[in-house]
């Protein structure tokens, strides 16, 4: 526990030292939200203002109205709306891959680094870290895909048997066994991206096998910082929904929008802790890792001499 609470505590030092990446993905990441939600802004007002359709949304939020205005012809195809969307939430991904390998050389370095030296970063290490997302994905596909279909077959035998409540206790469970298979798969990359940044590791491989070492050896102590983060992050999510249900009036659009934005930053920097975590484990995994001694070189033209009085 006391491990627990020391890279808990310290990842959260970490976090609050450099909280302007926090801010930075934000409004990164509102920007391009913004720039996506354009189209079906433009085609929603095209309905809404002509129509009184507007009424049944201005007040709260009708599923049934807003499916229907999604269907009238003058509203246009779906694509037109959300393919510019999904173009931009891409771009994020991508940015988030360029400009993370600066965030683990900030979280690992005791002072502020310049502007110069988090860019470098990003530039040296941008193909390294899309190789390791490539690597994820391939990993995390394979496991996730075995336990998916494992999940699927126990449904189906669930739904077999005579006990209501059989099939919604597998699915918990299975859900669960997932998400904390993939936590562990994300504890291993995110060690593997903070060994390619602070040694400066060009073989992404070794970074990779380095990491999963590291993870299986530490996986409890890993394993409960990551999750209590989860839970942090969904208690937030709740508590950020409840206020938005009991305090915000449905027609209050700023306070809908106002909610809505802190509870993605505050989600947004529990995932930048659960990075600082595994890089507040690094530094110190690498600062007590013995350090090998050399034997002293042995001088081979002394020992072959001959010493005085000897034969």
Not at 102 to 115: M, N, W
Not at 139 to 160: H, M, R
Not at 249 to 272: E, K, M, N
Request: charged share 15%.
């Amino acid at each position: 526990m006391n491990d627990k609470r020391s890279l808990l505590s310290n990842g959260a030092a970490i976090v609050r030292r450099n909280k302007r990446y926090v801010v930075w993905f934000f409004v990164l990441n509102l920007a391009l939200a913004s720039m996506g939600a354009a189209a079906f802004r433009l085609h929603a007002a095209s309905v809404l203002d002509r129509s009184l359709y507007a009424d049944g949304v201005l007040h709260g939020f009708d599923l049934g109205i807003f499916v229907e205005m999604l269907s009238r012809p003058e509203f246009g195809p779906m694509q037109a709306s959300t393919v510019p969307g999904l173009i931009l939430a891409f771009l994020f991904f991508v940015l988030t891959l360029i400009f993370l390998p600066g965030v683990f050389l900030g979280y690992a370095s005791d002072r502020r680094i310049s502007r110069e030296e988090f860019f470098r970063a990003c530039g040296k290490n941008v193909w390294r870290f899309v190789r390791l997302a490539i690597l994820f994905a391939i990993f995390a596909g394979i496991v996730g895909g075995i336990l998916n279909g494992i999940q699927y077959a126990l449904a189906k035998a669930a739904d077999k048997t005579s006990y209501e409540k059989l099939p919604f206790y597998v699915q918990l469970i299975s859900f669960t066994v997932i998400f904390l298979a993939l936590t562990a798969i994300r504890i291993w990359f995110d060690l593997a991206e903070a060994d390619v940044v602070i040694t400066d590791q060009k073989a992404v491989r070794k970074s990779v096998g380095k990491a999963y070492r590291q993870t299986r050896a530490n996986l409890g102590r890993l394993f409960g910082a990551y999750v209590t983060i989860s839970v942090v992050a969904l208690l937030v999510l709740t508590i950020g929904l409840v206020i938005w249900n009991v305090i915000v009036p449905p027609a209050s659009v700023w306070g809908a929008f106002l909610i809505g934005q802190l509870i993605l930053l505050l989600l947004l920097a529990t995932r930048f802790w659960q990075r600082a975590v595994a890089v507040s484990f690094y530094s110190t995994a690498v600062a007590e890792t013995p350090v090998e001694k050399q034997p002293a070189p042995v001088n081979l033209t002394a020992a072959a001499t001959p010493q005085a009085g000897g034969i």
